[in-house]
């Protein structure tokens, strides 16, 4: 039996699970988030009221309302990791890379794990999507920021396993036989694919078949609301002419696709780009067009941001159980009501649809499996929930061979297998 201790961590964009295998046992997802509505599942937030102090998961939204939503709150920051250009933010004067955020937060994890087993762990099965870019470049950079991330946590040893692979081996529990299985996997930041020869017992390294994703999947849904509908009450459309200026200008792409985007909006808050929202709302063509920008402005100054983006995920949510849902935020200066459809949800997410079913197509291709081979479709994660997705698997493997994980355990359990493997000596199959 192996004494040594393994953590394994599901470092989700929106959530986070942690499980162990410790003692030669394993521990499924601990109870890291004693406030939150599911104890195993942290959301992955970070909220500094000031420099020095930091809270976590459900806390970081208790303490953002009751501290008057003063300071910053990171949601989504996962995502950043392959943006080549986005080494980190400010805070009051002083530099917080991406690394030291997500590090923070993989340190604060480790902590909570280690008090709740009561030992010191220094090694971790860390989960990565199929792809964090589609640029190989852009990938290889953010899994090196990543092991940057789990160094600055305190990790010695670090095991990063694709996330839908330990999908994939949670479901290998259920098989009676050898299938073919592929596994999708629908997060907040990205939607992950794997096709597997799955059996029972054993495994080899040959069984993996493909691996794919892309990095668009529920944040990319929400932001939808807002690139076609919403963003137009913050000033997207405002028209505005510099002094002595001739030409009519729309706000720059640089700021509306910040507004457009969980993982981005707070960056809004950042210096030069606030100045420049003053600017235009100085040189509005129109009252509408400088009232707009002053939406805008609420939504930064008052802190608006983090719940105005809830209501939108929550409405979209809505929208799996519902054809028709009102959005309706109410904040003074920026009360905003708009029945959103699924009619309308699912014409806006077009795009993002045919991207992610490009990469599921091309997972299959690149194993050279038709869709009439696979046994087994599984799939998980939030955004499996919405309709349209699993239609789409509906309509091109059929019903019967569908099967939707309603529990968000799945890559965590995969994980924490892989932990097995390690403590054992053996390799995970990759
Ligand atoms: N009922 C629902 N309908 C639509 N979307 C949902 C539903 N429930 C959750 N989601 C979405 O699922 C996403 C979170 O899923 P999950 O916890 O699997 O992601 P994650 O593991 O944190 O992200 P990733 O794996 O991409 O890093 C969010 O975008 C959330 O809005
Ligand atoms: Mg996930």
């Not at 102090?53 to 950043?80: N, T």
């Not at 930041?189 to 597997?196: A, E, H, N, R, V």
């Not at 910040?258 to 040189?283: G, Q, S």
């Amino acid at each position: 039996m192996s004494t040594d201790s393994f953590l394994s961590i599901d470092f989700g964009t929106s959530n986070s699970l942690v499980g162990a295998y410790h003692q030669g046992k394993r521990f499924e997802a601990l109870p890291l988030d004693e406030k939150a509505a599911d104890p195993t599942m942290m959301r992955t937030l970070l909220y500094f009221p000031n420099p020095d102090l930091c809270y976590y998961g459900a806390d970081a939204i208790e303490q953002y309302i009751e501290q008057d939503m003063e300071g910053r709150l990171f949601r989504s920051f996962k995502s950043h990791l392959p943006n080549q250009n986005y080494l980190g933010t400010v805070l009051d004067n002083r530099i917080l890379t991406l690394e030291s955020l997500i590090g923070i937060f993989l340190l604060e994890l480790k902590k909570r794990a280690e008090k709740i087993l009561d030992t010191s762990i220094e090694k971790a099965v860390i989960g990565r999507p199929a792809r964090y870019s589609m640029d190989s470049v852009a990938d290889g950079f953010a899994l090196h920021r990543m092991q940057k991330a789990a160094t600055f946590a305190g990790f010695k040893e670090v095991q990063f396993v694709p996330e839908p692979l330990a999908a994939a081996f949670d479901y290998r529990r259920q098989l009676q036989s050898e299938k073919i299985v592929l596994i999708g996997d629908f997060g907040g930041g990205t939607s992950d694919f794997t096709l597997i020869k799955l059996r029972p017992d054993g495994f080899a390294k040959e069984d993996v078949l493909a691996i794919d994703g892309c990095p668009l999947a529920g944040d990319a849904l929400d932001s939808v609301f807002m690139s076609h509908r919403l963003n137009e009450y913050f000033g997207a459309k405002s028209r505005y002419r510099l002094p002595m200026g001739s030409n009519v200008l729309t706000m720059p792409p640089a700021v509306s696709q910040r507004l457009n985007h969980p993982a981005h909006i707070v960056h809004l808050k950042e210096k030069d780009t606030y100045e420049f929202i003053r600017e235009v709302k100085k040189c509005s063509l129109t009252k509408k067009d400088a009232d707009a920008v002053e939406r805008l402005f609420i939504l930064i100054e008052d802190q608006q941001i983090f719940p105005f983006f809830e209501t939108i995920e929550k409405t979209k949510r809505g929208l799996s159980n519902s054809s028709e849902v009102l959005f309706d935020f109410d904040y003074p200066g920026l009360e905003i009501k708009e029945n959103f459809t699924t009619a309308q949800f699912i014409e806006w997410a077009h795009n993002t649809r045919e991207k992610i079913f490009a990469s599921l197509d091309e997972c299959l291709t690149s194993a050279g499996v038709p869709a009439e081979k696979v046994d087994l479709v599984c799939l998980t994660g939030g955004t499996a929930k919405v309709p349209f997705i699993q239609q789409e698997f509906e309509k091109r493997f059929g019903q019967e061979r569908l099967q939707t994980q309603s529990h968000f355990h799945s890559v965590l359990s995969g994980l924490t297998e892989s932990a097995g493997f390690w403590a054992q000596g053996t390799c995970f199959p990759l």
